[in-house]
């Protein structure tokens, strides 16, 4: 148990300037160091550079392509549990255009939707030209190989159709196939690249799945073109002549928009873009052939040169699309040094100066926030785990720095709201802020059982931080609110207060009816000081 009176405390200078004087030392030391290592391994930090501006690619493609296909994921599976509510068919057309409309203009990556059934059936709706593209196949009500094409306005109306002769099935699809194999596990998988058969585009196809009461199967299947993907994808760039790109697992490179290239195979077999004796992107096809000869793992930095040029590049799973699809990015080796050459007055330059501001904070921030920094473990929680930081406080019972209190203002014994009730806590936080800080948890009982502040009445929320607010500012005064955070939040759907104090920089008093109190914390109780020992107590702590 921390005492109230502590010679440590007596001279807070001297410890700050010793900690002051050792962080300067540690940033003199590392900032030397680190000159050293430049200078003696100039060549290797040249590789350095250039695995960085890899690395830092991949981070950015990885976050951006997350962006991209978050929304598509989550509006698929969404998508899954409409169509189970609304026992969603392929004769459904008007309510499925109406569900999917919307998402097909916000998405433009999701080419089209389709809704196949295990009894042959399939609804396909697509946009095009303007209008909106369907292609039913129903062998019971159309015959077999028979597809009912019909061009739907921008309202959803029709405008023509027709009828043509097909051997398209379904069933032979690579993403019917593999939408049989989601279960609850794996609601979404996504399939390998491969062209379109209606479009001829190149894409992946992610696939969902459910059965109805009468044991029938569906597959709901978003198309997402890859092309558009790559564009934005090709625009991310760290440095000068670095470039970001896709590939499939099989080394076929999926070029953005406007790009020459080779295609390869057909819409059955899947093959894209195959390297080939392009110009404008020999050197993407030279790192896939490259990693592709070499047979290097993924995630393993590999360079290649041409015409006296050193490139590095990298290939990574893109994780969202569950290893359908990777990523590549490369960068110039040679611009990298030349740049790192260029500038290395400035680089030294800035070390300098990196090194004084850091003298300079190091004693401001020691400063400012030493006693906060010792008291932080004691005087606030973790908001991303609340529950278990809770239980775990409950478990560890009251302290100097932490307290319970049933209520905010009810007196649970008359049923009446008494003042003693606010009064009590208040002494609480008056104590932790003249000692080490603290927690003082209301709606927990002395035994540390959650009974909930919900005996205090409160209407909402906001009457609660106008209530504390008040107090506050009545009998402690609001100058000290930068010490206390007040976090309103359910545990076991009981209301719950939680007060973080800080150890305050200038002494606290509790005013109640005309009279001033000095209160520390003395082990789990709130100790009322007289004059005498409130002045020695303030001489010696601040």
Same mark, same amino acid.
């Given at each position: 148990? +921390?005492?109230?009176?502590?010679?440590?405390?007596?001279?807070?200078?001297?410890? !700050?300037?010793?900690?002051?004087?050792?962080? +300067?030392?540690?940033?003199?030391?590392?900032?030397?160091?680190?000159?050293?290592?430049?200078?003696?391994?100039?060549?290797?930090?040249?590789?350095?550079?250039?695995?960085?501006?890899?690395? %830092?690619?991949?981070?950015?493609?990885?976050?951006?392509?997350?962006?991209?296909?978050?929304?598509?994921?989550?509006?698929?599976?969404?998508?899954?549990?409409?169509?189970?509510?609304?026992?969603?068919?392929?004769?459904?057309?008007?309510?499925?255009?109406?569900?999917?409309?919307?998402?097909?203009?916000?998405?433009?990556?999701?080419?089209?939707?389709?809704?196949?059934?295990?009894?042959?059936?399939?609804?396909?709706?697509?946009?095009?030209?303007?209008?909106?593209?369907?292609? /039913?196949?129903?062998?019971?009500?159309?015959? +077999?190989? +028979?597809?009912?094409?019909?061009?739907?306005?921008?309202?959803?109306?029709?405008?023509?159709?027709?009828?043509? $002769?097909?051997?398209?099935? %379904?069933?032979?699809?690579?993403?019917?196939?593999?939408?049989?194999?989601?279960?609850?596990?794996?609601?979404?998988?996504?399939?390998?690249?491969?062209?379109?058969?209606?479009?001829?585009?190149?894409?992946?196809?992610?696939?969902?799945?459910?059965?109805?009461?009468?044991?029938?199967?569906?597959?709901?299947?978003?198309?997402?073109?890859?092309?558009?993907?790559?564009?934005?994808?090709?625009?991310?760039?760290?440095?000068?002549?670095?470039?970001?790109?896709?590939?499939?697992?099989?080394?076929?490179?999926?070029?953005?928009? =406007?790009? $020459? !290239?080779?295609?390869?195979?057909?819409?059955?077999?899947?093959?894209?873009?195959?390297?080939?004796?392009?110009?404008? &992107?020999?050197?993407?096809?030279? %790192?896939?052939?490259?990693?592709?000869?070499?047979?290097?793992?993924?995630?393993?930095?590999?360079?290649?040169?041409? &015409?006296?040029?050193?490139?590095?590049?990298?290939?990574?799973?893109?994780?969202?699309? /569950?290893?359908?699809?990777?990523?590549?990015?490369?960068?110039?080796?040679?611009?990298?040094?030349?740049?790192?050459?260029?500038?290395?007055?400035?680089?030294?330059?800035?070390?300098?100066?990196?090194?004084?501001?850091?003298?300079?904070?190091?004693?401001?921030?020691?400063?400012?926030?030493? !006693?906060?920094?010792?008291?932080?473990?004691?005087?606030?929680?973790?908001?991303?785990?609340?529950? &278990?930081?809770?239980?775990?406080?409950?478990?560890?019972?009251?302290?100097?720095?932490?307290?319970?209190?049933?209520?905010?203002?009810?007196?649970?014994?008359?049923?009446?709201?008494?003042?003693?009730?606010?009064?009590?806590?208040?002494?609480?936080?008056?104590?932790?802020?003249?000692?080490?800080? =603290?927690?003082?948890?209301?709606?927990?009982?002395?035994? =540390?059982?959650?009974? =909930?502040?919900?005996?205090?009445?409160?209407?909402?929320?906001?009457?609660?931080?106008? /209530?504390?607010?008040?107090?506050?500012?009545? /009998?402690?005064?609001?100058?000290?609110?930068?010490?206390?955070?007040?976090?309103? &939040?359910?545990?076991?759907?009981?209301?719950?207060?939680?007060?973080?104090?800080?150890?305050?920089?200038?002494?606290?008093?509790? !005013?109640?009816?005309?009279?001033?109190?000095?209160?520390?914390?003395?082990?789990?109780?709130?100790?009322?000081?007289?004059?005498?020992?409130?002045?020695?107590?303030?001489?010696?702590?601040?």
């Amino acid at each position: 148990m +921390t005492t109230a009176f502590s010679p440590l405390i007596t001279s807070p200078s001297l410890v !700050h300037r010793r900690l002051t004087r050792d962080l +300067t030392l540690l940033v003199l030391l590392l900032i030397s160091l680190f000159l050293i290592l430049s200078y003696f391994y100039s060549k290797q930090i040249q590789n350095d550079i250039s695995l960085s501006i890899i690395n %830092s690619a991949k981070k950015l493609v990885i976050a951006k392509n997350n962006r991209i296909f978050e929304p598509i994921s989550n509006n698929l599976n969404l998508s899954r549990k409409w169509a189970q509510l609304e026992s969603l068919t392929t004769d459904k057309q008007d309510v499925f255009n109406k569900r999917f409309i919307p998402i097909l203009e916000t998405l433009p990556q999701i080419s089209s939707v389709i809704l196949a059934s295990s009894e042959g059936k399939e609804y396909f709706f697509t946009k095009k030209d303007g209008n909106w593209l369907s292609r /039913h196949i129903d062998p019971e009500k159309l015959g +077999t190989n +028979t597809a009912q094409w019909r061009v739907w306005n921008s309202n959803n109306q029709l405008m023509k159709e027709w009828q043509e $002769k097909t051997q398209y099935q %379904s069933q032979n699809r690579p993403w019917y196939q593999l939408g049989l194999t989601t279960d609850a596990n794996t609601p979404i998988k996504w399939t390998m690249p491969y062209s379109f058969y209606t479009q001829q585009i190149p894409g992946i196809t992610g696939v969902t799945s459910w059965s109805d009461k009468n044991d029938i199967s569906y597959i709901l299947a978003f198309d997402v073109t890859l092309s558009d993907i790559a564009q934005s994808l090709s625009a991310i760039s760290v440095s000068q002549n670095d470039m970001s790109f896709l590939i499939s697992p099989k080394g076929e490179v999926i070029l953005p928009p =406007g790009n $020459k !290239h080779i295609v390869m195979g057909s819409s059955q077999d899947g093959s894209l873009y195959a390297p080939g004796n392009d110009s404008d &992107n020999y050197v993407i096809f030279d %790192s896939v052939t490259n990693w592709v000869n070499n047979q290097s793992p993924l995630d393993q930095p590999g360079s290649f040169s041409r &015409n006296n040029k050193r490139w590095w590049y990298k290939f990574f799973v893109l994780d969202a699309y /569950h290893n359908s699809i990777y990523a590549g990015v490369i960068a110039p080796e040679k611009n990298l040094m030349d740049i790192f050459t260029e500038n290395i007055r400035f680089i030294i330059a800035g070390i300098i100066l990196l090194l004084v501001v850091a003298v300079v904070m190091a004693n401001v921030l020691v400063k400012k926030y030493a !006693h906060q920094l010792k008291d932080l473990p004691k005087t606030s929680i973790s908001k991303a785990d609340f529950a &278990n930081e809770i239980y775990e406080l409950l478990r560890l019972g009251e302290s100097e720095t932490l307290e319970f209190k049933s209520t905010m203002r009810k007196n649970l014994k008359t049923g009446k709201n008494g003042k003693e009730i606010e009064i009590a806590w208040l002494k609480g936080l008056v104590g932790f802020m003249n000692t080490s800080g =603290g927690i003082l948890l209301i709606g927990v009982n002395d035994d =540390g059982e959650i009974l =909930g502040i919900e005996a205090d009445e409160f209407e909402n929320e906001d009457k609660i931080l106008l /209530h504390f607010k008040n107090l506050l500012s009545q /009998h402690i005064g609001l100058e000290f609110s930068n010490f206390i955070n007040l976090i309103i &939040n359910k545990i076991d759907a009981k209301t719950i207060l939680v007060i973080e104090c800080e150890r305050a920089d200038r002494p606290a008093f509790l !005013h109640n009816k005309n009279e001033e109190s000095f209160y520390i914390r003395s082990g789990p109780a709130s100790v009322n000081l007289s004059i005498s020992k409130v002045i020695k107590y303030i001489q010696n702590r601040y």
